[in-house]
């Protein structure tokens, strides 16, 4: 199915027939909030232009994703050091095409000023400290996350859920959780700057995974974290508990759930390979019963295509691991919206490999092609008018 909307990167027919499958369908988002002190470390994130202006990003981009720009917000949209926040993007679909939003609290330090569903967990310490959450908290997220997919999908028989996230920082936690289940990802994930930072990532992943190693050596805290294979070199959720975030183990238990009676599409790049690699691991671990070709990841043309960042390889890599091996390698579509001819040089940033992706912008660019055959220009036009709206607003 060639198309110069969005691109199928792997896993070619699995992408095809699943876009076959859910043409013409209205999709439901569900954008799971998260916090790691991971995303406050200077210079790990380009989401917020000082680690003080990223405590709020997630506030922000909730806030806009909700009520729009013309809402006098409690969180205003962060500075950036180039670009916009991609909520814009999200928002001026979700807008126009009237698709329904749940935003959930997987764990951010006080309520945002929007409604969501408090899933009861906790933001995670930094990973380099290799215990960012209480296994409990873990273990409380996953079931929040199978209950809430079973939920989204029993509303939506036969059309698919987003899946998507807000979590600075994410994509370092995201390359932990690939390191720690054996996925080759070091110098292959992306990041919001223009070159992604792979030696600060990498260098707070083998801290945090030298601790947890540490840790399980000692029987730490007199945990019991038996395996239920004793060829599975690591727990999942130990692994998440280790050096995770909130979102992703809340996201991999939707998907999972989901799975079983509606199509699913992870919004994002490195964040939601790391979410897929976690979906099949937990499944392998605990024989879960899911349905991989019901799963595709949804992202964006500035991540699969970063040069500073390997986005393909990444997803092929996921097939190779032993404990991801169950879901085989996802296919990864991409939106081509392309900012190169934007009036606002904030959009145009894009294309110097600012931001590139976040709050499901990807995901709801697809969903607009497939649902209403929406083309570059309307995209363009939407997105255009939401920024113009802003700074009216602002002003």
């Known amino acids: 199915m060639p198309n110069s909307q969005f691109r199928i990167y792997t896993q070619k027919e699995q992408g095809e027939e699943w876009l076959r499958r859910y043409r013409g369908c209205l999709p439901v988002f569900a954008c799971v909030l998260g916090f790691t002190e991971t995303g406050l ?11 003080e202006d990223r405590k709020y990003t997630a506030y922000a981009d909730a806030e806009f994703l909700y009520y729009g720009p013309e809402h006098k917000a409690q969180y205003p949209l962060p500075p950036l050091a180039a670009g916009a926040s991609p909520v814009l993007i999200s928002r001026a679909v979700f807008e126009s095409l009237k698709i329904p939003v749940y935003l959930f609290n997987a764990g951010l330090p006080q309520p945002p000023a929007v409604p969501v569903i ?6 995670a310490k930094c990973l380099s400290s290799g215990a960012a959450m ?27 859920v987003i899946l998507g996230e ?42 945090g995974l030298e601790k947890m190693r540490g840790s399980r050596e000692q029987g730490a805290g007199g945990e019991n974290f038996t395996l239920s294979s004793s060829s599975t070199p ?33 919004a994002g790049g490195t964040q939601m390979l790391a979410v897929y690699a976690l979906i099949s691991a937990i499944a392998q671990t605990y024989a879960l019963s899911w349905q991989p070709e019901e799963v595709v990841v949804g992202t964006t043309r500035w991540v699969a295509e970063d040069p500073t960042g390997a986005t393909v390889d990444l997803a ?13 390698i996802p296919a990864l579509l991409a939106t081509h919206l392309s900012f190169a001819d934007s009036r606002y040089p904030q959009l145009r940033a894009y294309e110097q490999g600012f931001v ?15 649902s209403q055959n929406w083309q570059q220009k309307q995209l363009l036009a939407a997105i255009e008018a939401q920024l113009e709206r802003l700074s009216t607003a602002s002003h």
């Open 234 to 266: 690591v727990n999942p959720l130990q692994l998440v508990a280790a050096v995770g975030d909130p979102m992703q183990v809340v996201v991999a238990g939707m998907a999972i759930a989901a799975s079983r009676s509606c199509g699913v599409m992870l």
């Open 118 to 123: 408090d899933l009861g967990g906790t933001p």
């Open 134 to 160: 209480g296994i409990t908290t873990v273990h409380h997220l996953f079931k929040q996350g199978l209950l809430w997919g079973e939920r989204l999908a029993a509303n939506n028989q036969h059309k698919y």
């Open 356 to 370: 590139k992706e976040g709050m499901g912008a990807g995901a709801a660019c697809i969903a607009a092609h497939l």
């Open 166 to 207: 807000c979590v600075v920082g994410g994509t370092t936690t995201a390359l932990a959780i690939l390191t720690g289940l054996g996925v080759d990802a070091a110098g292959k994930v992306n990041s919001s700057h223009p070159i992604c930072n792979h030696a600060q990532k990498w260098a707070l992943v083998q801290a």
């Open 316 to 328: 092929l890599n996921l097939g190779k691991a032993s404990l991801t091996q169950s879901g085989r």
């Open 41 to 51: 470390i200077p210079g790990i994130s380009a989401a917020g232009r000082t680690p």
